[in-house]
């Protein structure tokens, strides 16, 4: 079965970084792009952005070109956000999702657990 | 960016009630859209995508609708389960943009 494992809670002090894992297992982790998502709490879903586990290759919301990077190791089917310069305001629970293609659109049809975030001092 | 707008953005029926959530793009996007359940704490369900597909597994009380620039997800008979926040996404231009989302309360 598909499933998407991100790694725990962090919390960080304002201007550091944070590095978030997603653990793919049950498909070929090469074959579907994974796409980031964050959700403030109690706020909606944003979008932040996507990579192809097969090239490398990546896109980003433009709030968030500059200080997020997406990248993987496929040798462990694993991929990584990672956010910098954070603020109180980046403090979100941030979601990996995969990303099924259907004629020329794509869809998210399996999702990450989540990994809070706290951006506090 | 394509704005997109749902309605309501709560709603309070009954467990046996019929449904109806709209979303509406900002400019047309053929039907490349998808609708999201999500439960406090848990991580977004895909329901419906490519506007009136049914994702596997999920419940045919669940149906989708619309193309161009508004959609509608309709919940035939409302179950207990069904209580959760919906969102629509699109697809069809970059970047990728949620609705709002429509909380869906007990009555």
């Known amino acids: 079965q598909v499933q998407l494992v991100q790694s725990g809670a962090e919390v960080k002090k304002p201007g550091a970084s944070v590095k978030v894992s997603c653990k793919a297992s049950?498909?070929?982790?090469?074959?579907?792009?994974i796409n980031w998502v964050r959700q403030a709490t109690g706020q909606g879903l944003e979008w932040m952005g996507w990579?192809?586990?097969?090239?490398?290759?990546?896109g980003y919301a433009q709030k968030f070109q500059g200080r997020v990077t997406m990248t993987r190791n496929t040798s462990i089917s694993t991929a990584y956000m990672e956010l910098s310069s954070l603020r109180s305001e980046d403090t979100a629970v941030y979601y990996c999702?995969?990303?099924?293609?259907?004629?020329?659109?794509?869809?998210?049809?399996?999702w990450g657990q989540g990994t809070l975030v706290t951006v506090s001092s | 960016a394509i704005q997109m707008t749902q309605s309501p953005s709560s709603l309070s029926a009954s467990v046996g009630d019929r449904v109806t959530i709209t979303c509406r793009a900002s400019?047309?996007?053929?039907?490349?859209l998808g609708w999201y359940q999500q439960k406090p704490g848990k991580a977004p369900k895909l329901l419906i995508y490519?506007?009136?597909s049914l994702q596997s597994g999920v419940p045919s009380r669940f149906s989708g609708s619309g193309s161009g620039t508004d959609f509608t997800l309709t919940i035939s008979s409302l179950q207990p389960e069904d209580f959760a926040t919906y969102y629509c996404?699109?697809?069809?231009?970059?970047?990728?943009?949620f609705g709002q989302g429509t909380k869906l309360e007990i009555k």
């Open positions: 999702a995969r990303a099924y293609y259907y004629d020329s659109s794509a869809c998210f049809d399996y």
């Open positions: 049950g498909y070929t982790f090469t074959s579907y792009d």
């Open positions: 990579m192809n586990p097969n090239s490398g290759n990546t």
């Open positions: 400019q047309g996007i053929r039907n490349d």
């Open positions: 490519a506007a009136s």
């Open positions: 996404l699109q697809d069809y231009n970059y970047p990728p943009v």
